[in-house]
C-alpha cells in the first residue's frame, strides 16, 4: 500500500522525531531575523568549545537579497531549514542523514542521492566549513558541512552541520513546481498561508524598506553589540551582532552598500562575532563546562599479524566520505607514486603497483609481494684499524668503546678495507622482515600522511584530509594485514553502495578485487567509467538525433568520471520554449549547475540533456526529478533575462558601485573607469581611425556594464556573453557589442582571444588594470596563491598581443605604464617598483610560455630581451630556432662574441682617420655600407645574415691581423670604437649573444619535417 503523501508540516513533524529517537536536543527557532539556520546561537556558539552538543530544530531564514515577490518557483525572501547538528562528529553522519530521508519518504533505492564538493565560508562571522551539497536527483536538497571554524576561533571538537532546504525536499516528494503549490498542511497550501507575506516582504526589501532609518538600525546594534561585549555578555551582544547582520543585508537588497561600506561592515561584523565567540568560550570555561567535554575515543583492537608463506597481491584501500571530483585523480597518482617510493625503501620484493580512485575509495594493488624480505648484510664501520689496536694488538678506548657500544668483545670485530684504508667493523647477518610487518607500519604511514590541497578536520584527532577517511581494507592474498592510523584500524571488509542490501561486504582475497567490485556495481578505473560515459553518451543522444561536444564538454566529463562510482545514463528532456534563450546561458546552467551534457545538432541545442546517476535507481524517478530541476533552473534563468533586458545599460552599469573588488581599488564602478581610459589612452597611441576610435570609445564607456545584471550576477561565466547580446538588444552598433564580448577573452588557456580591434585593446586595458593595481597595493600571487587569477591574466595580456599586429607599436612596459596612470589619477600611487615587478612578473608568464609550448631554453634565452615586444620576440624565437643549424648563423655568433669578449661594454669616441691599415679602412667601409643597407631600427635576424657575409669576412681578417689595443690610447679607442659600430648593428636584432652562443654549443638542430 503506497504512502500517502507528506505535507510539509508531516515532513518537519517526522525529521523532528527522527532526531528526537537519535539523541538530539529540539529547541525553537531564534526569535530574530537570521540568514540561515547557522546563525542560531544554538548551533553558531554552541559549535564552539569541548562541550558536547546534539540538537535540531526549524529556522525560518530571512534572505531579503533573495525576495522575488513570490514570483519566482525556487527563491523566497523567507525559505524554511532544519538544522542539525552532531557534536562531536558521530563517525556515520552521511548514514544517519540518509536514513532521515527514508524517514521523510525518499526511496533511496529508486532516487539518485549524491554527495557533491560545496564548501561553505561566512566572512562576515569568520566561519568555514568543507562538505557538499546533497543532490536528491540533480536537486540540492541539503547544505552537509564539517564545521572547522566559527567566529575565527578553530573548533576543537569538529561538529558536523547538516541543513535541509525544507521547501525544495517537499517540492521534489510532492511533484510540484512552485513553492506555492506546496501541501503545507492538511488543506492548505503553502502559498494561501504565506504568499501574501512574501509579496509584502519582497516589496519591503526591495522597494520600501526606510534606507536612512535601516542605516540608524544598523548602527544601533552594532554599537549595542560591542557595548554588551564590553559588559561581558556574550549573548545580548550576539543578539545584536545577529540584528546588525539583517538591517545590512536590507540595506544590501535596496542597493545601498557601496564596496568601501561592505568591506567596513564584514570586517565590524567579524570582529565583532570573533569577540562573541571568545566570551562566550570563556563563560562556559568559567562554569566548567557544565554539559562536559568530549571524550577522546580508543581506536578497536588491531587484526592480528597474520603468517604468510608464499608470494601475493596486496590490496589495499582508504575508504572515504566523497571526494571532490578534482581530488580523486590526485589522490590517487600521490598513492600509486607514495606507495612505489616506500616500498622501494624496504627489502620486499614486489611488481607492478598500480592505483585506483573513485569519489569513495582510494585503491592501490600491487602485484608479487614477497613473503618477507630479503635477509641481507649490514656493515657498521669503526675507527681506522691502526687506531683500533695498539703496536702490540692489545685494543685501544677506540676499539672498546665501539665494541661496547654494538655489543660485542673488541675480539670479534671484523676488518674491512675502504679506499686503501683498513677500518674496524661490526658485520651482522639482518633476517628480513615479514611482509605483513613491514607493510603494516608502511600502509599506516601512507594514511597519516595523506592530504590534499585543502584539508578538514573530523572526529579523529591526528587525520586530515580533504574528507573524513571512514575505513581500511589491507589484504596480502586472503591474509588481512593489521593496519592502524590513529584511531582507524583495518579490517577485512569495504563499503559498496549505500542503497545496496548489505552496504559493507566481506572481501575474500586481493585476488580479482576491481571485479568484485564491478559485482557490486562499482567500477574502481577512471578510465573504464570514462568508456562507460563515452560509450552512453553516445548511444544515448543517438536516440535523440544528437550528439555530444566531447570537445566542448570535456571538462564537464572529467568531472561526472570522479563524480561517481557507477556511471548509469540518465536522458532527459526540457519545454522547447526554452531554446528561445540564448544558447550559452542553457548550455552554462547544464555543464556549470548541474554537470550535465548539451545535447546538439549542426543546426544548435536539441531540448535534451544527458546526465549520469550513480549506480542503479529508477530511471523514469531520476530522469523526473533531473528534468523538474533544469526547468527550475531555466525558468531562474529566463526571470533574469527578462529583468535584464528592461534596465538600461547605463542603470545596469551603475549597479557596478554595489560590486566589490578590492577595498584598496575600490568597486567595479572604479575597476570599469579606469579600464574605459586605459582602453581610450591605448587607441590614442595606436593611432586608431574615426570608425575604430568611436566603436571602442562606446565600448569602453559601457565596459564591465553586465557585471551588473542579474544573469551575470547568477552566472558569472557569462560575462562578456550577456554584454553582447544585452548591448544588441539595446541598439547599440554590432561592433560595440562584439567589442564587449571580446574585452573578456581568454577566459581559458585553450579560449580564443579578441578578435575585433576595439575588442583586443578593451582586453588589454581590462588585464593591466588588473595586473598592475593588485601589484600596487600587494596582492600580487605568492606561491600557490593566487587569489585574483593573475597568471591567467598575464597569459590573457600576452596573448591578446601576440594575435594583433596593431600592438607592434607599443611595448608592454608601455602598456602597464598607461594602465599606471590611470590607477594613480584614481588617487593609489603606483611605486616604480610595483611596475617593475609587474613588467618582470608579465615577462615571466612569456618565458614559461614559450618553454611550455617545448622551444629551447637556451633560445628562449636568447629572446628574452624583446619580452617587452612578444610578437616580435616569438618571431625571433622562430628565426633563431630555424637558423642554428646553419654555418652563417654559427659564423655570425661566432664573430659577433669574439668582438663582445674583447672590447666588453667599451664605446669611445674614436677618430676614424687613425684607422690607416688597408683591413681597418675595409671593415669600415663594409660596416658603413651595411648600416646603409640596414636602415636604422631594429632589424631581423635573416635581415643581418643576408646583408653581412661581407662584413663577416672583413670582420675576421680584422681580429686575426689587427691588435686591437694597441698601446697608443687613441688608436686603440679608433679601433674598439669600430668594433663597437658592428655590436650596435647585432645588438639591433634584440638577442642575447651569450645565450644564442650556449644554444649552438648544446649541438642544437632544428627540427626536420617529414612527410
Request: proline residues 5%.
Amino acid at each position: 500500500m503506497t504512502e500517502p503523501m507528506l505535507s510539509l508540516q508531516d515532513v518537519l513533524l517526522r525529521l523532528t522525531a527522527y532526531w528526537t529517537e537519535r539523541g538530539a536536543m529540539i529547541v525553537q527557532p531564534f526569535n530574530t531575523e537570521v540568514g540561515a539556520g547557522t546563525a542560531n546561537p544554538a548551533t553558531t556558539l554552541r559549535v564552539l568549545g569541548p562541550e558536547p552538543w546534539r540538537v535540531a530544530y526549524v529556522e525560518p531564514s530571512v534572505r531579503p537579497d533573495d525576495s522575488r515577490y513570490g514570483q519566482n518557483p525556487n527563491r523566497l525572501q523567507t525559505h524554511t531549514q532544519f538544522q542539525v547538528i552532531l557534536k562531536p562528529d558521530p563517525g556515520d553522519p552521511q548514514e544517519q542523514y540518509l536514513a532521515s530521508l527514508e524517514a521523510i519518504g525518499v526511496d533511496l533505492a529508486a532516487h539518485d542521492i549524491r554527495f557533491v564538493e560545496d564548501n561553505w565560508a561566512s566572512p562576515a562571522l569568520g566561519a568555514w566549513g568543507l562538505g557538499w551539497e546533497v543532490w536528491l536527483d540533480g536537486l540540492e536538497i541539503t547544505q552537509f558541512t564539517y564545521f572547522q571554524q566559527a567566529g575565527t576561533l578553530k573548533l576543537d571538537p569538529v561538529s558536523v552541520e547538516i541543513t535541509y532546504g525544507i521547501e525544495r525536499i517537499v517540492m521534489a516528494l510532492q511533484g510540484v513546481s512552485h513553492f506555492a503549490d506546496i501541501d503545507y498542511a492538511p488543506g492548505i497550501t503553502y502559498g494561501e498561508a504565506f504568499g501574501q507575506s512574501e509579496y509584502e516582504m519582497s516589496r519591503y526589501y526591495l522597494d520600501e524598506a526606510d534606507i536612512a532609518a535601516t542605516q540608524r538600525l544598523y548602527d544601533l546594534h552594532a554599537g549595542e553589540a560591542q557595548k554588551m561585549l564590553d559588559a561581558g555578555l556574550a549573548m545580548p551582544a550576539y543578539y545584536n551582532v545577529l540584528k546588525c547582520s539583517h538591517a545590512f543585508n536590507v540595506l544590501d537588497a535596496r542597493g545601498a552598500v557601496s564596496t568601501a561600506e561592505r568591506a567596513r561592515a564584514f570586517a565590524l561584523m567579524r570582529n565583532l562575532s570573533k569577540g562573541v565567540a571568545e566570551l562566550f568560550v570563556a563563560r562556559r570555561s568559567e562554569l566548567g563546562f557544565p554539559l562536559g567535554t568530549v571524550a577522546s575515543q580508543e581506536p578497536p583492537a588491531p587484526l592480528a599479524m597474520p603468517a604468510v608463506d608464499q608470494q601475493a597481491r596486496l590490496l589495499f584501500e582508504i575508504g572515504v566520505e566523497e571526494l571532490p571530483a578534482a581530488e580523486v585523480t590526485r589522490a590517487r597518482d600521490w598513492l600509486e607514486a607514495t606507495v612505489s617510493e616506500r616500498l622501494a625503501s624496504t627489502k620486499l620484493s614486489h611488481g607492478q603497483v598500480q592505483a585506483y580512485a573513485t569519489p569513495r575509495r582510494l585503491v592501490v594493488l600491487v602485484e608479487d609481494v614477497a613473503p618477507r624480505e630479503a635477509d641481507s648484510v649490514e656493515t657498521v664501520r669503526g675507527p681506522r684499524a691502526s687506531a683500533a689496536f695498539d703496536a702490540t694488538g692489545a685494543p685501544t678506548r677506540a676499539a672498546t668503546g665501539f665494541a661496547a657500544k654494538h655489543g660485542i668483545e673488541p675480539a670479534s670485530l671484523d676488518r674491512v678495507e675502504q679506499d686503501g684504508i683498513e677500518y674496524v667493523a661490526v658485520v651482522r647477518n639482518v633476517e628480513g622482515r615479514r611482509a605483513p610487518e613491514v607493510l603494516s607500519s608502511l600502509l599506516a604511514q601512507v594514511v597519516v600522511d595523506l592530504r590534499s590541497e585543502r584539508n578538514m578536520r573530523w572526529s579523529d584527532p591526528a587525520l586530515s584530509y580533504a574528507r573524513p577517511v571512514r575505513w581500511l581494507l589491507a589484504l596480502l592474498g586472503d591474509a588481512a594485514i593489521p593496519v592502524t592510523a590513529s584511531q582507524l584500524t583495518s579490517g577485512t571488509t569495504t563499503r559498496v553502495q549505500r542503497v545496496a542490501a548489505a552496504p559493507v561486504v566481506q572481501v575474500p582475497s586481493a585476488d580479482g578485487y576491481l571485479d568484485f567490485l564491478r559485482e557490486h556495481d562499482i567500477v574502481a578505473d577512471a578510465q573504464a567509467r570514462r568508456s562507460i560515459i563515452l560509450d552512453a553518451a553516445g548511444e544515448n543522444a543517438a536516440k535523440v538525433s544528437g550528439r555530444v561536444d566531447l570537445e566542448a564538454d570535456a571538462s564537464v566529463v572529467a568531472e561526472i568520471v570522479n563524480l561517481v562510482e557507477s556511471p548509469m545514463p540518465i536522458l532527459g528532456t526540457f519545454d522547447k520554449r526554452y531554446l528561445d534563450l540564448p544558447p550559452e546561458i542553457l548550455t552554462s546552467v547544464m555543464r556549470k549547475h548541474q554537470r550535465y551534457l548539451p545535447l546538439r545538432t549542426t543546426d544548435g541545442l536539441l531540448p535534451h540533456f544527458l546526465t549520469f546517476a550513480n549506480g542503479g535507481c529508477d530511471v523514469a524517478t531520476v530522469t523526473r526529478g533531473n528534468e523538474a530541476v533544469v526547468r527550475a533552473r531555466f525558468e531562474d534563468a529566463l526571470f533574469f533575462w527578462e529583468a535584464d533586458q528592461k534596465v538600461p545599460l547605463e542603470t545596469m552599469k551603475d549597479g557596478l558601485a554595489k560590486l566589490a573588488f578590492e577595498e584598496t581599488l575600490g568597486s567595479m564602478a572604479d575597476r570599469a573607469g579606469r579600464i574605459a581610459v586605459i582602453a581610450k589612452a591605448l587607441g590614442e597611441r595606436l593611432g586608431l581611425d574615426g570608425a575604430e576610435r568611436a566603436t571602442l570609445h562606446r565600448a569602453a564607456d559601457l565596459a564591465k556594464f553586465d557585471l551588473g545584471s542579474q544573469m551575470v550576477i547568477e552566472m558569472t561565466s557569462l560575462a562578456g556573453t550577456m554584454a553582447r547580446y544585452y548591448a544588441t538588444n539595446a541598439g547599440e552598433r554590432p561592433a560595440v557589442a562584439d567589442a564587449l564580448a571580446d574585452m573578456e577573452r581568454p577566459r581559458t588557456s585553450d579560449d580564443a582571444v579578441a578578435t575585433s580591434t576595439a575588442g583586443a585593446i578593451l582586453a588589454v586595458a581590462d588585464r593591466a588594470d588588473l595586473l598592475v593595481g593588485l601589484f600596487a597595493v600587494g596582492a600580487n600571487p605568492t606561491g600557490s596563491s593566487d587569489p585574483f587569477a593573475l597568471r591567467r591574466a598575464a597569459l590573457g595580456l600576452l596573448a591578446t598581443i601576440r594575435e594583433h599586429s596593431l600592438f607592434d607599436a607599443i611595448t608592454t612596459g608601455d602598456i602597464l605604464r598607461v594602465a599606471a596612470t590611470a590607477i594613480d589619477a584614481q588617487g593609489v600611487a603606483v611605486s616604480e617598483s610595483a611596475l617593475s615587478a609587474t613588467e618582470a612578473f608579465v615577462q615571466a608568464r612569456f618565458e614559461q610560455s614559450l618553454l611550455d609550448a617545448g622551444n629551447a631554453p637556451d633560445a628562449v634565452a636568447a629572446v628574452l630581451p624583446l619580452a617587452g615586444e612578444p610578437r616580435r620576440a616569438e618571431a625571433t624565437l622562430t628565426d633563431v630556432e630555424r637558423l642554428a643549424g646553419e654555418d652563417q648563423f654559427a659564423s655570425i655568433v661566432e664573430a659577433v662574441q669574439r668582438v663582445r669578449r674583447l672590447i666588453k661594454d667599451a664605446d669611445p669616441d674614436g677618430n676614424p682617420a687613425l684607422l690607416t691599415a688597408t683591413v681597418e679602412q675595409q671593415l669600415a667601409t663594409s660596416v658603413e655600407k651595411l648600416q646603409r643597407a640596414l636602415d636604422s631600427g631594429s632589424i631581423t635576424l635573416p635581415q643581418l645574415i643576408s646583408a653581412s657575409s661581407e662584413t663577416l669576412n672583413v670582420l675576421n681578417t680584422f681580429l686575426d691581423e689587427v691588435l686591437v689595443m694597441d698601446e697608443n690610447r687613441e688608436v686603440r679607442d679608433a679601433r674598439i670604437a669600430l668594433l663597437a659600430s658592428v655590436t650596435r648593428i647585432a645588438n639591433r636584432t634584440g638577442i642575447d649573444w651569450d645565450a644564442a652562443s650556449r644554444l649552438l654549443a648544446t649541438g642544437y638542430k632544428p627540427a626536420t619535417v617529414t612527410g
